[in-house]
């Protein structure tokens, strides 16, 4: 078809010439005489080491090339096809991602120490004069004026899992710059002060809970409580962490762990789960899971009464990379090198971008590249045979801020081409985390955090 139109073209051409009765020759067409048609080229190959710098760095770019410009704030999410949608939507979760890979950045040269310490300020200063609701952050805000962006109907105020998010990447933050110039130490003081006046405790409704949202216009409505296990132990050790809003253990153990009941002796592909998902003893939840709470909180040698969380967050990445590797639903390339289940964009029916938090019991065909590369604290092998799989076919799912979100290899290599924050951000810090510990010592080592951990009887 493409020949017979190159054909037609030339021939109105010849017709609409005027009397050259000498017409010029016909134009080349591919693959006639000449260069033979291009093919695809093949990605250069990296070793594992050349492979992690080109993700962190291509990644890194989501939180600072396409950052929402007002605040400097990380953006909800990022459409290349269309860039102008939701651009000035600031995630609070996603920004403390956001602030921790810049950190990343400034220790791998892709910006400068003033440079990362300028954006960070920046950052700072739109925090601090934010909507907050008796401490925390909305999970969206508007980028001009920090100003609360409902998420739902009834969640139009502070959003507490989001806040501690937010607060795992402040905390890094000031520790980073704490000991540095005037300057640099004035902004620390600063971010301290900001994450220590959030009033974790209210958020507990005088129960021996954590709950998720609250709102001047609709109170407790959504009455939500924390309950694990998933994303949202970083939340609990945050409020134990605080000197002046803090929550004495009885509300971890009622609360989070269910006086005990969090503990599962399930198993999945003969590998014990340890802890019930979402409150189901056989069944393990998205991967994502298994980073958020620990992108600060190193899980490394960190236990208490219920569980080793190095054991629960590894097993958990055995298992999810165990399900992809026996695929039972039969999805195509599935296996050892091509697997990751988690929330993140999905393939509507129609092609279109939908989302869907995928899991083994949740499996719609959708790999996300975030799962197995953010697991690769736990799972080194297997996420860098991933990330290799994944570089290979870069033509397609290698975008300006690193793989896209999401891709199925069921549906003739359908991609998504998108970016979620919480999805790009896990990627370059556990990189980090992996490589050099970086985010985990920072947030480790801040005397509150250790103070918090004590409080709830940790092991660390």
């Known amino acids: 078809m493409k020949k017979i139109l190159i054909l037609l073209s030339f021939l109105m051409l010849v017709a609409c010439s005027g009397s050259d009765d000498s017409p010029a020759p016909p134009p080349e067409l591919p693959g006639e005489g000449g260069n033979p048609p291009t093919e695809p080229e093949e990605p250069v190959e990296l070793s594992d080491e050349e492979l992690m710098d080109l993700v962190q760095e291509r990644t890194f770019a989501y939180f600072w090339d396409f950052a929402e410009t007002n605040s400097g704030g990380a953006r909800e999410r990022y459409i290349p096809a269309n860039p102008s949608q939701d651009a000035n939507i600031v995630t609070s979760g996603g920004t403390g991602f956001g602030l921790m890979s810049i950190l990343v950045g400034i220790e791998r040269g892709y910006i400068s120490r003033g440079e990362g310490f300028q954006r960070i300020t920046k950052i700072v200063d739109f925090l601090e004069n934010a909507d907050r609701f008796h401490g925390a952050w909305p999970h969206w805000m508007e980028g001009a004026t920090g100003n609360v962006i409902p998420f739902s109907d009834l969640d139009d105020g502070g959003d507490l899992v989001e806040t501690a998010l937010l607060v795992q990447g402040l905390i890094c933050v000031q520790e980073y710059f704490n000991t540095g110039s005037t300057e640099e130490a004035n902004l620390a003081s600063k971010v301290e002060s900001l994450w ?135 999805f195509t390339d599935y ?74 290899p069921q549906n003739n290599y359908w991609v998504g081409e998108a970016y979620l924050a919480i999805d790009q951000g896990p990627q370059i810090i556990m990189i980090e985390n992996y490589r050099s510990g970086l985010l985990w010592d920072l947030f480790m080592k801040n005397e509150d955090v250790k103070n918090g951990l004590d409080r709830l009887g940790f092991s660390y």
């Open 335 to 408: 296996g050892e090198n091509c697997w990751g289940l988690t929330a993140s964009y999905t393939r509507n029916n129609d092609g279109g971008l939908g989302y869907s938090a995928h899991s083994p019991s949740n499996d719609l065909g959708v790999i996300s590249p975030t799962a197995a590369i953010s697991s690769i604290p736990y799972t080194p092998e297997e996420s860098l045979a991933a990330m290799q799989f994944f570089y290979g076919i870069e033509d397609i799912l290698l975008g300006p801020a690193g793989f896209y979100d999401a891709f199925s």
């Open 196 to 330: 220590k006046g959030v009033e974790w405790n209210w958020y507990s409704q005088n129960q021996n809970v954590l709950y998720w949202h609250w709102s001047p216009n609709n109170d407790f409505a959504i009455n939500l409580p924390l309950k694990g296990w998933n994303e949202t132990l970083i939340t609990y050790v945050l409020a134990a962490a605080s000197p002046d809003f803090g929550i004495d253990k009885v509300v971890y153990d009622e609360g989070w762990a269910s006086n005990g009941n969090i503990v599962s002796s399930g198993t999945q592909y003969s590998i014990p789960l340890l802890v019930k998902h979402g409150g189901n003893a056989n069944e393990t939840g998205p991967l994502f899971f298994a980073h958020y709470s620990f992108l600060g909180l190193n899980p490394n040698g960190l236990s208490d009464q219920y569980a080793n969380y190095l054991d629960v967050n590894k097993n958990h990445s055995l298992i999810n990379y165990s399900y992809c590797v026996d695929n039972p639903k039969g």
